[in-house]
């Protein structure tokens, strides 16, 4: 296959990688959701769980973390557009049966090309800052399965992943 028929869009015809040109590209409402997943001890949810966490709020600064992240991805991966974005909306679930605490970030924007990126940003910089503020109680914390869940809008239409 020749770097002309790649489905990998940022790199150009001699396989020198480039920003996507999406002069050309319609407006359209786009929205991207991505989550993921921390684990960690009990006691380290716990911490969480009752506001106790030697670093104040953790899911509140996290969730202030993740906001900051979506809106700051273009400046952490090198190819992406700078994007106007109309709205970040970042959720944490404590799941105590997983001793885990969920990520689900949806970012949307009007524009020429997807928030992907984005939301995947937003999760992960919010469980990055789940794992700073807990982890002089537990250095062993797992982040997992950060993924994008759905995206809405653009050339392409919806899509969804199998579950």
Same mark, same amino acid.
Request: hydrophobic letters at 45%; a neutral charge.
């Given at each position: 296959?020749?770097?002309?028929?790649?489905?990998? *869009?940022?790199?150009?015809?001699?396989?020198?990688?480039?920003?996507?040109?999406v002069g050309?590209?319609?407006? *359209?409402?786009?929205?991207?959701?991505?989550?993921?997943?921390?684990?960690?001890?009990?006691?380290?949810?716990e911490l969480? !769980?009752?506001?106790?966490a030697k670093?104040?709020?953790?899911?509140?600064?996290? !969730?202030?973390?993740?906001?900051?992240?979506?809106?700051?991805?273009?400046?952490?991966?090198?190819?992406?557009?700078?994007?106007?974005? *109309?709205?970040?909306?970042?959720?944490?679930?404590?799941?105590?049966?997983?001793?885990?605490?969920?990520?689900?970030?949806?970012?949307?924007?009007?524009?020429?090309?997807?928030?992907?990126?984005?939301?995947?940003?937003?999760?992960?910089?919010?469980?990055?800052?789940?794992?700073?503020?807990?982890?002089?109680?537990? !250095?062993?914390?797992?982040?997992?399965?950060?993924?994008?869940?759905?995206?809405?809008?653009?050339?392409?239409?919806?899509?969804?992943?199998?579950?």
């Open positions: 296959m020749s770097t002309q028929d790649s489905p990998l *869009t940022h790199f150009d015809a001699t396989g020198q990688a480039h920003m996507v040109d050309a590209k319609q407006e *359209t409402h786009r929205i991207a959701v991505a989550a993921g997943t921390i684990r960690m001890k009990p006691e380290t949810l969480i !769980r009752s506001g106790s670093k104040g709020d953790v899911l509140g600064i996290a !969730r202030i973390a993740a906001i900051m992240g979506a809106k700051r991805t273009s400046d952490l991966v090198p190819l992406c557009h700078p994007l106007a974005i *109309t709205r970040v909306a970042v959720d944490f679930e404590v799941d105590a049966a997983a001793n885990a605490v969920h990520c689900r970030a949806q970012v949307e924007t009007v524009g020429k090309t997807g928030v992907e990126m984005e939301a995947l940003t937003a999760v992960q910089v919010g469980l990055l800052t789940i794992y700073d503020m807990c982890k002089a109680a537990d !250095r062993g914390m797992v982040m997992t399965n950060v993924r994008v869940l759905e995206k809405h809008g653009g050339k392409s239409g919806d899509w969804t992943a199998a579950v």
